[in-house]
T-cell receptor
Framework: GENVEQHPSTLSVQEGDSAVIKCTYSDSASNYFPWYKQELGKRPQLIIDIRSNVGEKKDQRIAVTLNKTAKHFSLHITETQPEDSAVYFCAANGNQFYFGTGTSLTVIP | DTEVTQTPKHLVMGMTNKKSLKCEQHMGHRAMYWYKQKAKKPPELMFVYSYEKLSINESVPSRFSPECPNSSLLNLHLHALQPEDSALYLC???????????????FGPGTRLTVL
């Protein structure tokens, strides 16, 4: 099956700085890579996703890059704001969704 | 309607109780999922229903019993749970299970379960 590793497990940045979270996967057949944001006590919410036929996707302050050869993908958040503070999960779809272990992001005002 | 709903929001039960969690979606999705999530951990897949048929059971103990009465509803029946089963139970749905354009999963708000 698929194995998704996510780093770092915790990340603190100053407001306005950028944050980068990285994930690696093992199954070369995986072709869909979503990122979920989960605030305390709330549901995971899809914030951006990328499919294996593209290398980069951007949505305002959020971008995701995918390197299929190296089997890794990254989430980039620019101009971070306190409301970006949450746990972020990457995922890859093998036979089912495989989630990374999560990154707890804290944006310090 | 573009949401997955779950009831109840919170549930406290004893180890001898029988209770059920409910999940509903009206987006025409044909795949529905149950996940268990402990604090600060990723969701762990429990069951997958595809076209109302159970397609994945991730070796979940029999004290958890899923049911899919129709394409919009998913239940999780609970019986003789243990304190370690306390967690957030999330339901999710997707248009279908497979295909590159069809796997986006939408999560419900979850049921916070406490087993005493």
């Amino acid at each position: 099956g698929e194995n998704v590793e996510q780093h770092p497990s915790t990340l603190s940045v100053q407001e306005g700085d950028s944050a980068v979270i990285k994930c690696t996967y093992s199954d070369s057949a995986s072709n869909y890579f979503p990122w979920y944001k989960q605030e305390l006590g709330k549901r995971p919410q899809l914030i951006i996703d990328i499919r294996s036929n593209v290398g980069e996707k951007k949505d305002q302050r959020i971008a995701v890059t995918l390197n299929k050869t190296a089997k890794h993908f990254s989430l980039h958040i620019t101009e971070t704001q306190p409301e970006d503070s949450a746990v972020y999960f990457c995922a890859a779809n093998g036979n089912q969704f495989y989630f990374g272990t999560g990154t707890s992001l804290t944006v310090i005002p | 309607d573009t949401e997955v709903t779950q009831t109840p929001k919170h549930l406290v039960m004893g180890m001898t109780n029988k209770k059920s969690l409910k999940c509903e979606q009206h987006m025409g999705h044909r795949a529905m999922y149950w996940y268990k999530q402990k604090a600060k951990k990723p969701p762990e897949l429990m069951f997958v229903y595809s076209y109302e048929k159970l397609s994945i059971n991730e070796s979940v103990p029999s004290r958890f019993s899923p049911e899919c009465p129709n394409s919009s509803l998913l239940n999780l029946h609970l019986h003789a749970l243990q304190p370690e089963d306390s967690a957030l139970y999330l339901c999710a749905s997707s248009l279908n299970r497979g295909g590159p354009r069809l796997v986006e999963q939408f999560f419900g708000p979850g049921t916070r379960l406490t087993v005493l």
